[in-house]
């Protein structure tokens, strides 16, 4: 099954710690990235992350990191200390992963650049070159941000001059080779389609192998997946593939006792009458949306022309589309082709966000349950080890930043991938790397 090797990553213990590489990350969230980079051998040192919530249960998982509950924009010197105190080493990984709204495509605030708001995105744009202070400061040997695609093209001010945030990242980082490029996890047996770019600056101190300078790419994690299977790679994992494997427990919307189950992250929110017939209404495995529901609930008339919202024949309500209460009328809810549409069972999942519970997002609907996703299911998406400890969210009652929290994070799976590789080039001298002592099964599988 081609999706095993990504199922023994989430249900494997928590490794042994055996890293030989210090890390520090900038925009932490709760450090479900963070963690693929440990797995790989990065200990993070410093973790920076100015909501108290957050940092508190990534604190949790990362017990030997220091977190600084801080605004990275006026922090650089102290970030710089806490890592000092704690080693003399220098540090081999500075990430930085930071919030996107500024350019992301479901901004309504896009393009208006004059409003207060758009002035406050643009200023979130400007996050992602906070990696130039503290680089002059402590020289890591591999720079990588992480964001939404659209930064590759993206024009913002920074220390008086404008540009693309590639080129303003190559004038600040001087010592450095920048390589942008996009990623799309689904090439790497993940069962999500989620692209996103990864600009990597490599200190010119490290000695990087010929395979890499050739390629003039930033050092990646050989793909393995493609949409289609050909030159040797494996077809994408479909959601259907996933959640088969996965074997989770059935639930349903129609009440709250059944859309709970046993697992305390494996529930979903239940419905009333009428939004539960929006869902169960689509047949399971079409793809379909609650807009092309075209059965009068009424009369029973088939084909009721798409866009309407009262029966032609019988006056009634389609309550089976997705409607609200205008003047005490129903009025059909304006929605995009992806909205209140079930999950193609062919395909991997599109993007899990941070409203993968909200059914009028895009493609968010269960391919044949009638339900949205759970928790649980959202995590293993973004492949976060089960072993990671959500206590702290669990007893507080903040089970909705779980969902936050993990809409938002770049998968584990990748980024343990991903450590690996950037393991391989730090570990790269003048002379061929050594072996790893324990290579994980997973990572082995895959490549095999
Ligand atoms: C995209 S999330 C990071 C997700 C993270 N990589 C993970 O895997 O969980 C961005 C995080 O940056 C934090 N943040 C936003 N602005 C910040 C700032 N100026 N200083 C520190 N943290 C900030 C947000 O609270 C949010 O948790």
């Known amino acids: 099954m081609s999706s095993q090797p990504l199922r023994d990553f989430i249900l494997q213990d928590r490794p042994a710690e055996a890293a030989p590489w210090t890390a520090i990350s900038l925009f932490s969230g709760a450090g479900l990235s963070d963690l693929g ?75 208006k650049r004059q409003t207060p708001q758009a002035k406050a995105l643009e200023e979130k744009n400007r996050l992602m070159l906070e990696v130039i202070p503290l680089a002059r400061l402590l020289k890591p040997r591999i720079i990588l941000v992480e964001n939404v695609r659209q930064v590759l093209t993206l024009e913002v001010e920074y220390d008086g ?25 689904a090439n790497y047996g993940i069962p999500q389609v989620r692209r996103r770019a990864l600009i990597v600056a490599v200190h010119k101190d490290v000695t990087r192998p010929e395979s890499v300078l050739s390629r003039n790419q930033p050092p990646l994690p050989l793909q393995t997946h493609d949409e289609q299977s050909n030159n040797g790679m494996r077809p994408w994992v479909s959601i259907r593939e996933w959640l088969e494997a996965m074997e989770y427990e059935q639930l349903d919307a129609r009440s709250k006792d059944a859309a709970r189950g046993t697992h305390p992250l494996h529930f979903v929110p239940a419905y009333g009458p009428d939004r539960y017939r929006q869902v169960s209404e689509i047949p399971a495995h079409s793809g379909r949306s609650a807009y092309d529901n075209d059965k009068c609930p009424w009369c ?17 309500a389609m309550c089976n589309r997705p409607y609200v209460q205008r003047d005490g009328r129903p009025s059909l809810i304006k929605g995009f082709k992806s909205s209140y549409r079930r999950m193609n069972p062919g395909r991997p999942a599109y993007t899990i966000t941070t409203n993968s519970s909200h059914i009028g997002s895009d493609f968010k609907i269960h391919p044949w349950e009638n339900r949205v996703l759970s928790i649980l299911e959202c995590a293993d998406l973004q492949t976060v080890p ?6 702290r969210a669990k007893e507080d009652k903040t089970l909705y930043l779980i969902r936050n929290l993990v809409g938002e994070a770049f998968p584990t799976y990748f980024t343990y991938l991903h450590g690996q590789t950037l393991s391989d080039l730090l570990s790269t001298p003048l002379t061929r790397r050594k072996p790893r002592d324990t290579p994980p099964s997973a990572h082995l599988a895959l490549r095999a």
Not at 300 to 316: E, M, N, S, W
Not at 386 to 391: I, M, S
């Open 386 to 391: 089960r072993f990671y400890d959500w206590t």
């Open 37 to 111: 980079y440990e797995m790989a051998g990065f200990q993070f040192v410093v973790q920076v992350e100015m909501n108290q919530r957050r940092a508190a249960i990534g604190g949790d998982n990362f017990p030997s990191s220091t977190w600084l509950v801080r605004d990275v924009r006026v922090s650089h010197d102290e970030i710089a200390a806490a890592y000092r105190r704690s080693t003399s080493r220098r540090l081999d990984l500075l990430m930085a992963t930071p919030p996107c709204q500024g350019m992301s495509t479901s901004n309504p605030s896009r393009g």
């Open 300 to 316: 029973g008339r088939q084909k009721v022309d798409a866009g309407l919202i009262v029966c032609p024949d019988c006056g009634g």
């Open 161 to 185: 001059a404008k540009g693309q945030v590639v080129d303003l990242l190559r004038d600040g980082l001087q010592d450095y080779e920048v390589f942008p490029k996009v990623v799309n996890v």
